[in-house]
C-alpha cells in the first residue's frame, strides 16, 4: 500500500507595498495640502507683496548699473577744455592752442551737456555756448552729438560734431552742419580743476552786447519818421 504525498504549503504571498506618498491621492489628504499652502502664503502675504513691489525697481537699478559701467559714465562726464591744469605731462598731451570748452554729463551712454568755442561768440553776440545731445557708440570710445538751442522759440539744429575719447584727451570733430563754428579739428583735456559749468567763456561778452545794443538804436533812430 503506497504512501500518500505530503502537502506542501504555499507560503501566503506578501503585502503590497504602500507608498508613502500614496496618501496624497485620497482627496481629504490633497485637500489639506493645498490648504497649508494657502495658509503659508496668507500668512507671508505683507513680504510677497512688497517683493514683487520691489522687482521692477530693482531691475531696473540693476540695468542702469551696468549700462553705466558699459558706456563708461563717469569716463566721459565732466569739463573738457584745451587748457587744463594740473597735468604734469601737459606739453605732450599736444592740446590745440585754440580756446574749447565742452561740458558733458553722460546717464547710461546718453549725452547731455554744452560746448562753446570763440567762432560761437562771434557768430551769436547773445550766447556763451550751445547745447549738445547724443550717445555713446558702443564702442565706447567714441560718440556723435548735435550741436542745437532754442532760437526765437524753436529748437533748431547746428551742427553734429563727432567725439573720440583716449584717456584724458578728447577729439573733437565737426561733420555736418554749421561746422565753421568749431575748429576742424580739436584736441581738448579732461579739466581735473573746480573751473564753474557756468564760468563765463566769451572773452568781452558784455561789452559786445552793449555795443550790439547802441547799434540797434541807432538803426531804429535813423529809420524812425520825423515829426
Known amino acids: 500500500m503506497s504512501k500518500k504525498p505530503k502537502k506542501v504549503r504555499v507560503p501566503a504571498p506578501p503585502p503590497p507595498t504602500r507608498s508613502r506618498w500614496q496618501w496624497v491621492t485620497k482627496p481629504w489628504a490633497l485637500a489639506v495640502a493645498v490648504g497649508a ?71 547710461n551712454g546718453i549725452i547731455g551737456g554744452t560746448i562753446a568755442t570763440p567762432q ?53 570733430v565737426p561733420k555736418d552742419g554749421s561746422v565753421t563754428l568749431f575748429p576742424a579739428k580739436a584736441r581738448i583735456a579732461f579739466d581735473p580743476g573746480e573751473t564753474p559749468s557756468d564760468a563765463p567763456f566769451c572773452e568781452g561778452r558784455q561789452a559786445a552786447i552793449e555795443r550790439t545794443m547802441e547799434e540797434m538804436l541807432k538803426a531804429r533812430q535813423t529809420t524812425a519818421p520825423q515829426p
Not at 502664503?41 to 522687482?55: C, G, H, M, T, W
Not at 531691475?59 to 591744469?85: C, H, L, M
Open 120 to 172: 560761437i561768440c562771434d557768430a551769436i553776440p547773445f550766447f556763451d555756448f550751445l547745447l549738445i545731445r547724443g550717445k555713446v557708440n558702443a564702442t565706447r570710445t567714441s560718440a556723435r552729438v548735435v550741436v542745437w538751442d532754442i532760437f526765437e522759440g524753436h529748437r533748431r539744429d547746428v551742427a553734429a560734431v563727432d567725439l573720440k575719447l583716449d584717456g584724458s584727451v578728447m577729439t573733437v
Open 37 to 107: 499652502a494657502l495658509g503659508a502664503v496668507l500668512l507671508n502675504i505683507n513680504p510677497i507683496l512688497s517683493n514683487v513691489r520691489q522687482l521692477p525697481s530693482e531691475v531696473q537699478k540693476t540695468s542702469d548699473q551696468f549700462s553705466s559701467w558699459y558706456y563708461q559714465d563717469a569716463a566721459w562726464s565732466g569739463r573738457w577744455i584745451n587748457d587744463p591744469e594740473g597735468y604734469v605731462d601737459g606739453a605732450d598731451l599736444n592740446l590745440s592752442s585754440e580756446r574749447m570748452a565742452i561740458d558733458m554729463n553722460v546717464t
